[in-house]
T-cell receptor
């Protein structure tokens, strides 16, 4: 069975600071990787995904993530955060096939201070 | 962009009662899912459904739970004899069978509060 670890539970940054949220997964086969974001009071939204190809994936709102297969990692980055990035971020994985269950990490709450 | 819709947005139910959470998946999607998120915890998979039957379920999804596709558009989660610990946000999701490189699309969730 797959599992996902997010190392930071709560991150506080000032606006314009750079962001990196860690994510490691464990699974014996090929996986799809995702980052979802949940703004306060809203539903889960897909931020970016990796299925295959270039391991550096660009998503919406200036976010990117890099898949490092040897480290089983898929860290999320943003060079300069904004107050509107305040949200909870979930790393997720599912086995190759797309339609299999998604396993989520415990989430990282990001608070951006103006 | 098409969305997964869930109703109601908030359901308050007395312990021991039955509750039905409703979802309308994206119209050309054939895989359907329920997940839940207990307050302060991570999102957990409950069940996946394809071709009118359960394709996978977690250990959480016991006999208290059932899913159904009663018509061509709705996908429901029924919880019988609700317990306090069933209080959570329940998310429905759907995905197409093809193309295979498509992620699951999530609804806004139904907040279930058991009193």
């Amino acid at each position: 069975a797959q599992s996902v670890s997010q190392h930071n539970h709560h991150v506080i940054l000032s606006e314009a600071a750079s962001l990196e949220l860690g994510c490691n997964y464990s699974y014996g086969g090929t996986v799809n990787l995702f980052w979802y974001v949940q703004y306060p009071g809203q539903h889960l939204q897909l931020l970016l995904k990796y299925f295959s190809g270039d391991p550096l994936v660009k998503g919406i709102k200036g976010f990117e993530a890099e898949f490092i297969k040897s480290k089983f990692s898929f860290n999320l980055r943003k060079p300069s955060v904004q107050w509107s990035d305040t949200a909870e971020y979930f790393c997720a994985v599912n086995p190759l096939g797309g339609y299999q269950k998604v396993t989520f990490g415990t989430g990282t709450k990001l608070q951006v201070i103006p | 962009e098409p969305e997964v819709t869930q109703t109601p947005s908030h359901q308050v139910t007395q312990m021991g009662q039955e509750v039905i959470l409703r979802c309308v998946p994206i119209s050309n999607h054939l895989y359907f899912y329920w997940y839940r998120q207990i307050l302060g915890q991570k999102v957990e998979f409950l069940v996946s459904f394809y071709n009118n039957e359960i394709s996978e379920k977690s250990e959480i999804f016991d006999d208290q739970f059932s899913v159904e596709r009663p018509d061509g558009s709705n996908f429901t989660l029924k919880i019988r004899s609700t317990k306090l610990e069933d209080s959570a946000m329940y998310f429905c999701a759907s995905s197409p069978v093809t193309p295979r490189d498509q992620p699951q699309h999530f609804g806004d969730g139904t907040r279930l509060s058991i009193l």
